[in-house]
């Protein structure tokens, strides 16, 4: 598509994101909320069964969570909270009741916002709201065959769904926009968030307009998107297809769709309902909830959240693409703060060894760990009083990290410390000089290479333990 014409369009873009709450049953009943290793229909009970004549009852784990996720989206609560849940009415068949157990006009949280760094800039994503829902289960179509497959061991565990304001305009902000979400609901707890799993999927509402427009334009929603790149490439491809139609004078079709991976294209899935075609009316089953804001305050307590760790690492200098780094790992994020808490002033070197090597051996090696805060910040001392070169203070943080051992004792061990007694190492570079007579008289005719030669012996002397630039500064001192 030629600039000129793709200039011409505004894109806008909102998500809806289901994050499965980290309960350990669903939400109306006690069956386990994860079912990956269980064969099909058997973490089930008559109540998300949805057999006629059940009952649910609410999980309040799940409410927790959901009021402790409202805090991380800059929800304010109010003195008391009127939420209430309401049927959403359907057939298909996977939802064997015929409806879905969610919220319509009074769910559990309300407008907040979601901020994160982008290209230099802050972005700042409005939240409608947030409400909580019991899952559909799950329909598989075996290849070849004529029917297709119903699995309800995912019926009912608890979700909340994300609703986004339509603030994002590019296939970059949509994309950060949903990990910053990725990074919230991990900081938080609130979720396993595999997204292999489906722990959290992610619909992409795209509608484009004309720049300057005040309508919006006719929006599809591509459904069921559990990558990043996925979203950005549905956002690219949905404008392009978008903005192709109007410009050839059809009109873009209000309808949900579907991605296909393979072909890096959306598809058409079905035409989309609107909202009064569901026949929203409220639960009669589960009384409506009041929730005094001191309730959901004790939810949402936080150590730190991106936000609070990002102002931290830019404190002590780290770049904002760096900190990103490790504001991606909140397990790695979890051991920096602690061990800057203890210790400010190795919070740089405790940095660049958790955003380092320390992401490359979790890969390798799985992310069992014996580095605790205090080991990193004593070796981090060690190295700043020149006990340890930066190689070998990597080293024995390898060593460390496999086994919990005394760091100095460990160093001593394995021959990683640096030789920087001051004394020491005089006589060792006065012995050095005294055995290459040439190389001083050399070095001072002017020949700056005979000082390498000498640092050389010297460091060789040491057996390689040497501190070399006080090495170094003992040679020059005394060569005059
Ligand atoms: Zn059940």
Redesign the pocket.
Known sequence: MKPEIRDKYEVVIGIECHVQLATKS?LF???DNDSREAEPNTN??E??FGMPGTLPVLNKRAVELAMRLGKALNYEYPEKLHTKFDRKNYFYPDSPKGYQITQFDEPIVGEGFVEFPLEGRTVRIGITRAHLEGDAGKLTHPEGKDYSLVDLNRA?TPLVEIVSEPDMRTPAEAKGYAQELYNLVRYAGVSQANLYYGNMRFDVNVSVRLKGAKELGTRTETKNLNSFKAIERTVEYETRRQIVLVEHGDRVRQETRGWNDAKQQTYPMRSKEDADEYRYFPEPDLPPLVIPRAMAAAQGHFDFLPADLRVLLAKVGISPRDAEVLVGEPELARVWYEAHKLEPKHARFVFTWLAGPEIKLREDHGPESQLTPRILNQVAAMAAAGQLSSTNAKELLGLLRAHAADPSKLASERGLMQESNEGELAKIVEQVMADHPQAVADYRAGNQRAFGALVGASMKATKGKGNPPLINQLLKDRLG
């Open positions: 669903k009943c006690s069956c089930v009970c109540v998300c009912e």
